[in-house]
């Protein structure tokens, strides 16, 4: 195959589902899964849990323009539980998940 034909199936809709679809089936419930959540059930609260969405999009790795799916947090707090902050520990809850996500392609059969 030759690098146009490479770039036809790196960008084409095929693989964006597969993508959306591994991030939604795999990522975000592995995510969601193991996530801090308060118990503040306040009127306007927004929890962590709740707050992941799968956004599809292009990334370029390897010099190579191809499809993605990035699995963010929209929380209002979300850098912190992901980060930390003064008084809050550090969660990383979207860094484990592309752990794990790493995890399953390097022993995937």
Do not use: C
Not at 55 to 69: K, L, S, Y
Not at 91 to 102: I, R
Request: a neutral charge; aromatic letters at 8%.
């Amino acid at each position: 195959m030759d690098r146009k034909g490479m770039r036809e199936i790196a960008m084409g809709d095929e693989l964006l589902e597969g993508v959306v679809r591994l991030a939604e089936t795999v990522a975000k419930p592995w995510a969601i899964d193991f996530s801090p959540r308060s118990d503040d059930n306040s009127p306007g609260h927004v929890h962590y849990q709740d707050s992941f969405v799968v956004v599809p999009g292009t990334a370029t790795i390897a010099a190579m323009r191809r499809v993605a799916a990035r699995l963010w947090n929209t929380a209002p707090h979300a850098a912190t539980v992901e980060f930390g902050g003064p008084r809050t520990e550090a969660h990383h809850p979207l860094g484990k998940t592309l752990d794990y996500l790493n995890f399953l392609g390097r022993h995937h059969n």
